[in-house]
């Protein structure tokens, strides 16, 4: 791999390639294609890089409809009892169940 801080010349080349097609896509203003220079080091760096970036990502946690993670409520379990909560023996549930059939066996062992 290349040393970014110094680059070969064939890369040099690739930069000021890159700089004076960026300065004519905008129509050749007066700066000249030097004052592309910086933008087309990084479009050529990016380029160097490989698909890193490209590559989707799932969430650690799933996301709700308007992008916010929604956490499972069986998670709070694991947080203990933080004293003067409603129930001081701390001998029932105070969270949701994770699953319905977790809510109805709980529900019938204590019937």
Do not use: H
């Not at 992008?67 to 203990?80: C, D, R, S, T």
Request: proline share 11%; net charge negative; charged share 30%.
């Amino acid at each position: 791999m290349e040393n970014p801080l110094d680059p070969s010349r064939r890369t040099k080349a690739r930069i000021i390639a890159k700089a004076k097609e960026m300065w004519e896509a905008d129509g050749k203003p007066a700066c000249g294609p030097e004052a592309y220079r910086e933008a087309a080091t990084d479009m050529i760096g990016m380029e160097m890089s490989g698909p890193g970036g490209q590559m989707p990502v799932d969430p650690a946690v799933p996301l709700g409809p308007e992008g916010q993670p929604v956490e499972e409520a069986w998670l709070q379990e694991n947080l203990g009892d933080p004293g003067g909560s409603m129930n001081e023996l701390g001998d029932k549930r105070e969270v949701p169940f994770a699953t319905r059939a977790e809510e109805e066996k709980a529900l019938k062992d204590e019937a």
